[in-house]
């Protein structure tokens, strides 16, 4: 492995200000995306129909009409 001295970073007064700037930017996104929580949680709201469940879930019935034999 080859050695060579350490490189010297400089922090500039322009760098400072821009990383000001986009903070204050995401943060301002931050506040804009947030959206209210009003709706309670899923196990607060209640019971649901069977259709309901049955399409959360991707279940779909078969009517004992439809399997009639012949």
Do not use: C, F, H
């Not at 903070?23 to 996104?29: F, I, L, Y």
């Amino acid at each position: 492995m080859l050695r060579r001295p350490p490189t010297s970073i400089e922090l500039k007064l322009d760098d400072v200000v821009e990383y000001e700037d986009v903070r204050r930017e995401q943060e301002a996104n931050k506040e804009q995306n947030k959206k209210p929580y009003n709706d309670p949680p899923a196990w607060q709201q209640g019971p649901k129909t069977k259709q309901e469940i049955y399409n959360r879930i991707g279940y779909a019935p078969q009517n004992s009409m439809n399997n009639s034999k012949y």
